[in-house]
């Protein structure tokens, strides 16, 4: 099998990038381990930020997007028993969208499939071969072996993928920060108490209330990082989302069936450069981020754009500025989300319990950034996202 761009993973990256390769006149495909049915449950984020829906839109994914998908113009930052609201769009002129990722991915396939486009599914990719000159994907697939030949690979298979350890050892350096707790995330059916996203800081610990539609809420807990979903009855993750959220007079939360509960560690990592010969990585495959700040999609999103358009430059003309300049550009953006992250977690959960001096300065965080516009502005640009890094 042959193509001009072998894409490793059906998630936000690498769908996106094949839909803007496709626009461009070039041919791609995706290799995906799991079946279409797993990708499109699988359950994770929920905010776009203005530029990511700017990019689904103006490539024509905007159309459900647009009818479900759910404008957000501030957030409520919830603390010491008091609500103050960050005007984002007031401060900054943008919006955010909430759109579950599941969304996002299901629109891109279903665009992909209209446009004749090829992904396979459960097709493990295995290891890669030729990047120097002419490289080749090795993947499973119907229970034969077989093989992808491209002129590039973009590996967009997240972190447990094969992409960057196929990188020899010695090319790439990793950046990493781990933090001690987790966060334990529920589905319900339950229709949301705010119009708003709640971020909530509580002396037990962190909360969150989204939502996904007027009849679904998504709501999220800082737990321990070696935490049990089994110890974590529905009755026992009400009780606790109660006394975390319902801290301001005349405010209750809606309760309702859990449809789904699961706990995801928090982690911090870049690995740099984002290429190697013929290889490069985007989304999940290079960076992770604590999700406090809801970067993670929006950040593979912006990879692969610039990726779309530099096999666009290099294609027309073999010009190879901009793949040359991708790692240094890319890395631009992520770096600002890592801090934006790092720092909305810092901010928002129950850090070392035994440093009281933490815990004030957390509280005199807080009190800046719900008291003064300067600072609240940072928090909202970062937030809606930056359009130039
Ligand atoms: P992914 O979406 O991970 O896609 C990678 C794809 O590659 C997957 O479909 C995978 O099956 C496939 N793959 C892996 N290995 C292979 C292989 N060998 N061969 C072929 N295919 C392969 N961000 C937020 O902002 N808020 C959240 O609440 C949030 N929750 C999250 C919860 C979880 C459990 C996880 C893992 C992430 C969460 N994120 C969240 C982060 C966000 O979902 C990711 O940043 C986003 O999915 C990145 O997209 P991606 O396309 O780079 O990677
Ligand atoms: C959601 C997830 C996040 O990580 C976040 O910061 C805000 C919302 C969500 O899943 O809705």
Redesign the pocket.
């Given at each position: 099998m042959r193509t001009q761009v072998g894409i490793?993973?059906?998630?936000?990256?690498?769908l996106m990038l094949s839909h803007l390769l496709h626009r461009h006149g070039i041919d791609s495909v995706v290799?995906?381990?799991?079946s279409r049915e797993y990708?499109e449950h699988r359950l994770?984020?929920?905010?776009l930020e203005q530029g990511s829906v700017d990019l689904l839109r103006d490539t024509g994914l905007g159309a459900r997007l647009d009818r479900e998908g759910l404008r957000h113009e501030g957030i409520e930052l919830r603390f010491d028993g008091e609500s103050h609201r960050v005007p984002m769009t007031g401060l900054t002129g943008r919006a955010i969208t909430v759109y579950g990722?599941q969304e996002v991915v299901k629109d891109m396939i279903a665009a992909r499939l209209a446009a004749g486009g090829t992904i396979l599914f459960e097709?493990?990719?295995?290891r890669l071969s030729g990047l120097d000159s002419a490289p080749v994907i090795h993947?499973r697939y119907q229970n034969r072996d077989e093989e992808l030949h491209c002129d590039f690979v973009v590996g967009?298979?997240?972190?447990?993928?094969?992409s960057r350890p196929s990188v020899p050892d010695g090319v790439l350096t990793t950046y990493e920060r781990t933090y001690p707790f987790a966060?334990l995330?529920v589905l319900a059916a339950a229709p949301p108490a705010v119009d708003e996203l709640i971020y909530a800081h509580h002396e037990r610990g962190f909360a969150l209330y989204s939502m996904r539609s007027p009849q679904i809420s998504r709501l999220?807990l800082q737990v321990p990082a070696d935490e049990d979903i089994a110890d974590w009855p529905d009755e026992r993750i009400w009780a606790e989302l109660r006394t975390r959220l319902e801290t301001v007079p005349d405010w209750t939360l809606n309760e309702g069936p859990v449809l789904e509960k699961?706990i995801?560690p928090l982690r911090s990592l870049v690995v740099e450069p984002m290429q190697w010969q013929r290889l490069y990585l985007?989304?999940?495959?290079v960076h992770?981020v604590p999700?406090t700040g809801?970067?993670?999609?929006?950040?593979?999103l912006a990879d692969v754009a610039l990726l779309g358009d530099a096999f666009a430059t290099w294609y027309a003309d073999g010009s190879t500025d901009l793949l040359d300049g991708y790692s240094r550009t890319a890395l631009r953006r992520v770096w600002r989300a890592q801090q934006f992250s790092w720092w909305m977690t810092s901010m928002l959960h129950r850090l070392n319990a035994d440093d009281p001096y933490e815990a004030k300065l957390q509280s005199a965080t807080l009190r800046y950034v719900t008291t003064s516009p300067a600072y609240a502005t940072s928090l909202a640009e970062n937030y809606v996202g930056l359009p130039e890094v």
């Open positions: 490793i993973g059906a998630g936000p990256a690498g290799i995906e381990s799991r990708v994770r984020a929920g905010v990722q097709a493990p990719a295995e993947f967009c298979d997240g972190y447990h993928g094969i966060w995330g999220y699961s995801t985007a989304g999940d495959a992770i999700p809801a970067k993670g999609m929006n950040l593979a």
